[in-house]
C-alpha cells in the first residue's frame, strides 16, 4: 500500500486548518488552541504537547521567542482526515531559513487532533 498524497491549493484547505494557520501567524493563542480536540497533539522540534493548556503555553512561548514571516508554499491532503502545508519561514532563528512542513490530522468532529511540524 501506498501513501497516496493529492496536492491541494491552501484555499481549499479545511477551514479548521486555515484557522488554525491564521491564528499561529498572528500569535492568538486563544484562537489556535479553540480549533484543537481536547486530546490534541503537536510535535514540534523533537518535543510533545499534549491538551490544549500545554500546547497553549508552546505557542506562547514560540512567539516570543524568535521573531519571523511565513509564506504557504503548498499543501497536500493524505486520505480524508490528513493535510500537509509547507511553509517558508523567515525570521531572528539559527538559519535564519527553513521550509517546514505542518501536517494535521482531523478527528471525527472535524478538530485538529494532532499537528505534526518537520522540516
Given amino acids: 500500500m501506498?501513501?497516496?498524497h493529492d496536492h491541494v491549493g491552501v484555499d481549499d484547505l479545511p477551514e479548521v486548518v486555515?484557522?488554525?494557520?491564521r491564528a499561529h501567524d498572528a500569535r492568538d493563542v486563544?484562537?489556535?488552541t479553540a480549533v484543537l480536540a481536547p486530546e490534541a497533539t503537536v510535535?514540534?522540534?523533537g518535543h510533545t504537547y499534549q491538551?490544549?493548556?500545554?500546547?497553549?503555553?508552546w505557542l506562547e512561548r514560540t512567539a516570543s521567542e524568535y521573531t519571523y514571516t511565513t509564506t504557504p508554499l503548498g499543501a497536500e491532503r493524505h486520505g480524508p482526515d490528513g493535510y500537509t502545508v509547507i511553509q517558508h519561514l523567515e525570521g531572528d532563528f539559527p538559519?535564519?531559513?527553513v521550509d517546514l512542513r505542518y501536517r494535521f490530522d482531523l478527528?471525527?468532529?472535524g478538530r485538529i487532533s494532532q499537528l505534526?511540524?518537520?522540516p
Avoid: E, F, N, Q
Avoid at 18 to 21: D, F, G, S, V, W
Fill in 2 to 4: 501506498t501513501d497516496h
Fill in 18 to 21: 486555515r484557522r488554525y494557520l
Fill in 30 to 32: 486563544t484562537a489556535a
Fill in 43 to 45: 510535535t514540534d522540534d
Fill in 51 to 57: 491538551g490544549p493548556a500545554a500546547i497553549g503555553r
Fill in 95 to 97: 538559519g535564519g531559513k
Fill in 107 to 109: 478527528d471525527a468532529h
Fill in 116 to 118: 505534526v511540524i518537520a
